[in-house]
C-alpha cells in the first residue's frame, strides 16, 4: 500500500510539472535526467542511483549472512542459507546436476541481482525497475552468452564445440547449407538478443501500466468533474492489483533470466547436444 501511495504521488507530481491534465506515459520515463556529470561519460542518473543502493544492500546482506557462520543458522544467517538454496535447488541442481557447483556463485548472484534490480519498480520513492533500462539487460546477457560459450570450448575443445553446435549429427550433408547458418543465428547471436528482450520488455511495460493507471487516477480524482470522479476509484484499484502482479513479474523474469543461462550453459559443456 505505501508503494501505491508513492506511485500515486508521483503521478500527481509529474502532472502539477507538465501543467496539469492527463499525460499518458511515454519513453521519457526511462531517461531521468542526470544528477552528477552531466554531459560527460560518467553522467550519473536515479536510475544508476538506484542500481547501486540495491547492490549494496545484497552486498551488506550476504555478509552479513555469512561472515560468522554458525553450525545450527539463525537470524540473518538462516535468511541467507534459505536465500543460496533456493538457486541451487530449483534451478542449478535441476539442470546442471553434478556440473552445478562450479556456477553456483555466479547464476545465485545472477538471479538475487536480478530480482533486487527488478523490484526496485514497486519500492516506494524508487518507482523505476533498473532492468527496464536496456543497460543492465544487454550486459547480463552478454556475460551470459560469454561464459556458456567460454564453459563450451572449455569442457569440448573449440573445435567439436562448434562442430556440435553448427553441424547437429544425423543431418544429410546437403541440408547443413540450411541447418547450420540458422544454428548459427539462434544459437550466437540470437540467445543474448532474446534474454535482453525478454527482461528488458517485461518490466518497461509493467513500469508504463502502473504510471498509466496511477496518472489515469491522479486525473480523474483532482482535475474531472462530476461522475466522471468515480472512474478514480477501478483505476486506483487496477494500479494496486499491478502493483502485486509487478511483484510476480520481478521474480518470474530473474528465475527465468537465471534458469535459461543454466540450460545454455548445460548444453555447451555437454558431449552431445
Known amino acids: 500500500m505505501l508503494n501505491t501511495i508513492a506511485n500515486f504521488k508521483s503521478a500527481f507530481a509529474l502532472s502539477e510539472g507538465d501543467g496539469g491534465g492527463f499525460h499518458a506515459p511515454s519513453i521519457s520515463e526511462f531517461f531521468p535526467g542526470p544528477i552528477l556529470f552531466k554531459d560527460t561519460a560518467f553522467e550519473f542518473s536515479r536510475i544508476n542511483m538506484i542500481g547501486m543502493i540495491m547492490t549494496v544492500v545484497l552486498c551488506v546482506f ?12 539463525r537470524g540473518i544467517q538462516n535468511l541467507g542459507e534459505m536465500a543460496v538454496e533456493f538457486v541451487e535447488k530449483n534451478i542449478i541442481e535441476e539442470i546442471l546436476g553434478h556440473k552445478g557447483p562450479r556456477y553456483a556463485v555466479y547464476l545465485t548472484s545472477m538471479f538475487w541481482l536480478l530480482l533486487a534490480f527488478n523490484i526496485t519498480g514497486i519500492i516506494p520513492f524508487m518507482n523505476i525497475a533498473v532492468t527496464s533500462v536496456i543497460g543492465l539487460p544487454l550486459l547480463l546477457a552478454v556475460l551470459s552468452w560469454v ?10 575443445g573449440a573445435g567439436h564445440y562448434f562442430k556440435n553446435n553448427l553441424f547437429p549429427a544425423g543431418v544429410p550433408i546437403p541440408i547443413y547449407l540450411l541447418v547450420t547458418p540458422i544454428e548459427f543465428v539462434s544459437t550466437f547471436i540470437l540467445r543474448p ?4 528482450i525478454r ?6 511495460s509493467g513500469h508504463l501500466l502502473l504510471v498509466l493507471f496511477f496518472g489515469a487516477t491522479n486525473y480523474f480524482l483532482l482535475e474531472s468533474a462530476g461522475i466522471m470522479k468515480l472512474v478514480a476509484i477501478p483505476s486506483f484499484f487496477m494500479g494496486f492489483v499491478f502493483t502485486l502482479f509487478e511483484i510476480l513479474v520481478a521474480f518470474l523474469q530473474a528465475y527465468i533470466f537465471t534458469l535459461l543461462t543454466a540450460v545454455y550453459i548445460d548444453g555447451a559443456t555437454s558431449a552431445e547436444h
Not at 550476504?62 to 543458522?73: D, M, Y
Not at 561464459?147 to 569440448?156: K, L, M, Q, S, T
Not at 527482461?199 to 518497461?204: D, E, G, K, R, Y
Open 62 to 73: 550476504f555478509v552479513a549472512a555469512f561472515r560468522k557462520k554458525e553450525f545450527v543458522p
Open 199 to 204: 527482461l528488458l520488455a517485461n518490466m518497461m
Open 147 to 156: 561464459v556458456f560459450n567460454v564453459e563450451g570450448i572449455r569442457a569440448n
Open 193 to 196: 538478443v532474446t534474454l535482453t
